[in-house]
T-cell receptor, first 111, second 116 residues
Framework: DAKTTQPNSMESNEEEPVHLPCNHS???????IHWYRQLPSQGPEYVIH???SNVNNRMASLAIAEDRKSSTLILHRATLRDAAVYYC????????????FGKGTLLTVNP | DGGITQSPKYLFRKEGQNVTLSCEQN?????MYWYRQDPGQGLRLIYY???????QKGDIAEGYSVSREKKESFPLTVTSAQKNPTAFYLC???????????????FGQGTRLTVV
């Protein structure tokens, strides 16, 4: 499986933008980049995903490098409710249903 | 409401007993997954299933068993062979669109199992 690498933790201040990086140097052409986040004692929730182009939705933006070997999840104005563990994962567009997570990045938001 | 339901939320068992965790979804999803999470750690894949009557081992399947007799149900049994069963267990499901496109996964709220 293609692997992702994320920093263990990051800190941000409330109402400031947050850029969460993810490296995936072994990504294949059919792999989609997905981001999830997990609040304490809850199941993860989907945030955003993309293949090649940058993506925006109501929760966040996803910026994908031109060579697709890295990506950045952007929270435009962090709130205290955004404090969570953020996971960057790769999902194959082929016949493989396997879905694996790494350790993610623990985001702390300071008031 | 459509969603994925895990029950119970908290479960206590004595060491050496088998225990089954329930996972039900009414999203008509094809794929279902079981994960284990230990304190301060990420999610580790136990088993996954992409269709009824079929399932595959994940990264840490030893000491666990599953069944997929119905599309909406994917129960996980933690057997006495699992050496450290105390953990937070999460179930997820996702749909596969035509052309092989994977969509997002939806997670249940988890079952916290404590073995004493």
């Amino acid at each position: 499986d293609a692997k992702t690498t994320q920093p263990n933790s990051m800190e941000s201040n409330e109402e400031e933008p947050v850029h969460l990086p993810c490296n995936h140097s072994t990504i294949s052409g059919t792999d989609y980049i997905h981001w999830y986040r997990q609040l304490p004692s809850q199941g993860p929730e989907y945030v955003i995903h993309g293949l090649t182009s940058n993506v925006n939705n109501r929760m966040a933006s996803l910026a994908i490098a031109e060579d697709r070997k890295s990506s950045t999840l952007i929270l435009h104005r962090a709130t205290l409710r955004d404090a969570a563990v953020y996971y960057c994962i790769l999902r194959s567009g082929g016949s493989n249903y396997k879905l694996t997570f790494g350790k993610g990045t623990l985001l702390t938001v300071n008031p | 409401d459509g969603g994925i339901t895990q029950s119970p939320k908290y479960l206590f068992r004595k060491e050496g007993q088998n225990v089954t965790l329930s996972c039900e979804q009414n999203l008509n999803h094809d794929a279902m997954y079981w994960y284990r999470q230990d304190p301060g750690q990420g999610l580790r894949l136990i088993y996954y299933s992409q269709i009824v009557n079929d399932f595959q081992k994940g990264d840490i399947a030893e000491g666990y068993s599953v069944s997929r007799e119905k599309k909406e149900s994917f129960p996980l049994t933690v057997t006495s062979a699992q050496k450290n069963p105390t953990a937070f267990y999460l179930c997820a499901s996702s749909i596969r669109l035509a052309g092989g496109l994977n969509t997002e996964a939806f997670f249940g709220q988890g079952t916290r199992l404590t073995v004493v």
